[in-house]
């Protein structure tokens, strides 16, 4: 299944270069389901979620067509640019009204916390893990939703970061001791 997403992430690529009428929609078409999955989880409300996730196919495609730039990861490159849009969001909230992180995380929506919480390990009680992910870092949280929801590999997950694969080695390893711990 990798290679067939590496070979369709390929396939998509030199469309694009190429500017093919049809390259942009099988850019969305393909990617959408998992940046729309990875800035829902970031944000509080389903509309904020759909407006980012919007705005990063628009950015996507600017920056295809502006830059002359040479591109490996398409989709590194779509997670850096959904990472940076969710930190313009809060930068810009912030301005407008301070709200801590713990605050944000109390106004997300019941049944997306329940979803993320059953995907990280069915077996474990439900409410204590969601204390636990309200108390980590935001680092944390990343990995956390990178690696075991959208199951990218370590690779894929330092690419996006612009971390070494150590260094997100080491914060999954960091994330799951402090899940770990807190629930035993």
Request: charged share 30%.
């Amino acid at each position: 299944m990798k290679y067939n997403s590496k070979f369709q992430e390929q396939i998509i690529l030199s469309k694009l270069k190429k500017a093919e009428p049809e390259a942009f929609n099988d850019l969305y078409n393909y990617y959408i389901d998992r940046i729309y999955r990875f800035v829902y989880f970031k944000v509080p409300t389903v509309e904020e979620a759909e407006d980012l996730t919007s705005e990063v196919f628009l950015k996507t495609w600017q920056y295809l067509l502006n830059e002359n730039r040479e591109i490996k990861n398409l989709q590194a490159l779509l997670y850096q640019i959904a990472r940076n849009l969710v930190v313009d969001f809060y930068r810009k909230k912030s301005h407008a009204d301070f709200i801590n992180d713990s605050d944000i995380l109390s106004q997300i929506e019941d049944s997306r916390q329940q979803s993320l919480l059953s995907k990280i390990d069915k077996n474990v009680d439900i409410i204590r893990i969601e204390k636990v992910l309200k108390t980590l870092k935001d680092e944390y949280k990343e990995v956390v939703i990178l690696h075991y929801i959208e199951e990218l590999s370590v690779k894929e997950i330092s690419n996006i970061l612009n971390k070494s694969r150590g260094a997100v080695r080491v914060l999954i390893h960091r994330a799951l001791t402090i899940i770990r711990g807190q629930i035993n």
